[in-house]
């Protein structure tokens, strides 16, 4: 089944969407917001897919799916902890600045706490107070939610915890992190609000292309109109959805409505950096990396950064073109 | 006036608390939980407080006030931000590994991006697979609750922000820091989950010890029931809770029911690391203070982490002694 959240209080109100993402109607009467259903999926999940299946054969009273009507399905959340499991991805960051990578990432996840209280919906705009020096870059990742996991989990074990998928944009500024990293602390300013898709979906709705804990679908990422990315989200990826779990609740138990995420996908090439899509290769999920590439090659990046009224669109489609997830559609605001 | 949530779902049940700690009422009526009160203050604060005056005339029917029964007064939140604003514990830390300290650490907030979808109840164990290597540490803290705080908040309007203010047991695994920030994406797995004290206040419980957004009292750490620590909160603390507060909302909104802590409480002494408080000093609030000191004054340390059956008891008295927040109470459990 495919869930939103749309606006209305600071949750949204919980709705199903047909898998053609053209009709929708409320469940409030079944768990009012997704947070809700969560906390007793178990209970309420079967009921969900009662009605789910009911929307599917066309006997309820729907009204029009408007993803601009949506907020995150979890506008809000207790945990967002985001994976950077395309190894590759971070190799060829360490590569641009001259730094080696330690053979201990390919075995032992990287995982950041990123902030969960404010997540923006996924058309709202990104606003900024400035463009100059914050380096502001979208990031095109998949991201799980989890029931409740208990602290210790087997990644193999971590997999049956995974209740919900969806696609986000992990928003970043590039220019605070070089600053923040070598505080020691990790992330705090350079990862402002995300964004989530439209719409999550239970896993047997991917069908084959969920398979072993990981998505394999091409993750499209449309900057200004044009393909910036369509990498494989299900290929180079050195953990799966389990690993990352396992590694999140390592010391500690996951609640239920913890999402996490992906990192950047990102797709090798002949074991080297790939290609931009223009000169057809599968391009890239970030302004960063193709930075990089250009740097390794050129001495220098290229590609500015996102400035005031740079547009980003994020989507997943299935094998008959379907849009899985909906559109996250966002345009950058300055207000300085 | 002073609340706490007692156990029941998810995220408790909210009851306003006397200034003696002994009676309780719960204000279901007004709001079911604490993050539910905050996510409505402005109307729902003024009714809290009206029942609180009746409290204290002691015109309600009351129960009697049990510590053990009470959740972290969110037993899971939208953020956990802890700050480091006691620079001088930083210093330390870095001088007993002959690290230099940026001057910008003076200037600039440390602060990591915490989990808080679990937090621990206040007198719950502390549970952990293992002790070994992990170096079980507490930390001795005070945090505050904000409501809706706007992106770019200056570090002067952000103390009105600050709804409740409590104590906080931020349980660190030092063993598993040094790897962790060496991977350079900050704390994750060595910040297992938080206790905070049965009770928060607001500001004007506190009197003249709520001054210029810092509190001016000695927090009290007993480790296995001798005192092991008891600096003031107010001495040393290089930045303010406004200037927290303005560094988390630099670059995102905060939303209500947000916890910003300070970091370790530590004070100097004559300019220097302090002294234990059997040789006269305010001792520390975490034992990696006094294994620096150690390790600087004797080149190894000597007082071990915490194992199991260890017991951490954290408070903070008023002026005439008695308890503000209540004790966290807590018993390292290794199940391993």
């Known amino acids: 089944m495919k869930l939103a959240s749309i606006k209305g209080g600071r949750d949204g109100q919980l709705y199903l969407v047909n898998k053609q993402l053209s009709e929708t109607v409320s469940v409030a009467d079944i768990a009012p917001t997704l947070q809700a259903a969560l906390d007793d999926w178990a209970t309420v999940a079967p009921q969900l897919k009662e009605r789910a299946d009911a929307l599917e054969r066309g006997e309820l009273d729907t009204k029009k799916f408007e993803q ?192 996490i995420g992906s990192g950047t996908v990102s797709n090798k090439l002949d074991g080297g950096p790939g290609k931009p899509v223009k000169e057809g290769g599968v391009g890239y999920s970030c302004i960063a990396e193709i930075r990089m590439i250009e740097t390794i090659q050129q001495g220098a990046p290229v590609t500015p950064f996102m400035a005031n009224g740079d547009h980003i669109k994020i989507e997943m489609l299935d094998e008959s073109g379907q849009s899985i997830f909906g559109e996250i559609n966002q345009t950058v605001a300055i207000t300085g």
């Open 68 to 259: 601009s009507t949506c907020e995150s399905p979890l506008p809000r959340a207790f945990q967002w902890a985001d994976g950077s499991a395309y190894v590759n991805h971070v190799e060829l960051v360490r590569k641009a600045r001259n730094a080696e990578m330690p053979e201990s990432f390919w075995t032992d996840p990287l995982m950041y706490q990123g902030g969960s209280d404010s997540f923006l919906a996924p058309h709202a705009p990104i606003v900024m107070p400035q463009s100059d020096g914050f380096g502001i870059d979208f990031e095109a990742e998949v991201a799980v939610i989890t029931g409740d996991v208990p602290m210790g989990v087997s990644a193999e074990d971590a997999l049956d915890h995974i209740k919900l998928i969806m696609i986000v944009n992990d928003v970043s500024l590039r220019g605070l992190i070089p600053g923040e990293l070598a505080k020691g602390f990790g992330f705090f300013q350079s990862k402002p609000s995300s964004a989530f898709s439209p719409v999550c979906v239970t896993p047997d709705e991917l069908g084959a292309a969920w398979k072993e804990g990981k998505l394999h679908l091409p993750l499209l990422s449309h900057l200004n109109g044009e393909t910036f990315g369509k990498p494989e989200a299900g290929v180079d990826m050195t953990f799966n959805f389990g690993q990352l779990i396992a590694h999140a609740a390592r010391t500690r138990p996951l609640t239920a409505g913890t999402i």
